[in-house]
């Protein structure tokens, strides 16, 4: 098997018999039918453009921020979307400290290949100057804790984050009209990313010698896999990006049969986003109205 497939965790021979024997029945060791999915649990914290995703024992933190830049040569009137990922060794102890392993550096390819790709963030919209001046968006992805999947909960942190930060409105000013104005929250409302959809990535990976399919892999299940497969899709059902990273060849009916129920579960974690992020308003709304009351009593 590729190296990049597995995590570093090594099962007993008993161990794996027991996950594929399991599997046999249609059944995983945590319960879960083969295509089931483990409760997600979406946060969002005080700041905007922060968000902590739970996936059954797998804890992904992410943040948004943004700072303005000068353009690419080719993409004078776009701005950027950076990723970046810390995997410490306390989520994982087969992490190395230091700079990015290969398996941290994959996982900010495939987010940044489904947001790029799909055209997801509108990025002309983070054009302040033509030529020179752009906002650059970040995303940073802290893994706490890895209980197998980490790039579907890191995807869902990423996207999360992004619906809710907020960039400082900027006017241009001056007497050429070239000087750029950064106004404060006080003085102007922040503006949100403009987000035209949620492009979702579903994990299948394929275990046992007859390459049982299974969605939304575990730590141990990982560490047995024989092949994995991305697939990375909106509630529209468009395809995003797509991704088959080593390990035993996969036909195209499995293919096609992976990306039918990547269409369903992408509306599903779609909704529950957008749930959380309606429940977040809402939360503010009311903290909002309790202050006023509050400083009115006063």
């Known amino acids: 098997m590729d190296g990049r497939l597995a995590n570093r965790w090594r099962l007993t021979v008993n161990e794996k018999k027991f996950i594929e024997t399991a599997l046999a029945s249609n059944l995983r060791i945590d319960g879960r039918n083969p295509l089931e999915y483990r409760k997600i649990i979406i946060k969002f914290g005080r700041e905007d453009g922060s968000s902590e995703v739970q996936l059954g024992q ?6 948004v921020t943004g700072q303005l830049v000068q353009p690419y040569q080719d993409r ?39 947001l790029r790709d799909s055209r997801a963030v509108d990025t002309e919209s983070l054009c302040v100057l033509s030529g020179k001046l752009v906002w650059a968006i970040r995303i940073d992805l802290h893994i706490v804790d890895n209980g ?4 579907d ?9 992004l619906l809710t930060f907020r960039r400082p409105e900027c006017t241009l000013g001056g007497d050429d009209g070239q000087e750029v104005i950064v106004h404060p929250p006080e003085e102007r409302e922040p503006l949100p990313l403009i987000v035209h959809h949620l492009p979702v990535a579903i994990t299948f990976a394929f275990l046992g010698s007859e390459g049982k399919l299974v ?7 990982e560490a047995v896999m024989a092949g994995r497969l991305i697939a990375t899709v909106n509630a529209n059902g468009d395809i995003c990006a797509i991704q088959k990273a080593g390990g035993e060849g996969v036909p195209q009916s ?36 309790t202050l006023l009351l509050l400083a009115m009593l006063v």
């Open 148 to 151: 197998g999947n980490l790039i």
């Open 153 to 161: 909960a890191a995807n869902i942190a990423a996207l999360a984050a």
């Open 215 to 221: 969605v939304d892999p575990t730590h141990s299940e």
């Open 254 to 289: 499995a293919i096609m049969h992976c990306l039918q129920l990547a269409s369903m579960c992408a509306i599903s974690i779609t909704k529950k986003i957008n749930s959380a992020r309606t429940a977040q308003r809402e939360h503010c709304a009311r903290s909002s109205a």
């Open 76 to 114: 004078q009137n776009e701005g950027m979307l950076l990723i970046f990922t810390e995997f410490s060794p306390m989520a994982d102890p087969s992490f190395d400290p230091g700079h990015p392993g290969e398996y941290a550096v994959e996982l900010g390819r495939i987010v940044d290949r489904g």
């Open 58 to 63: 797998t804890h992904v933190m992410g943040f």
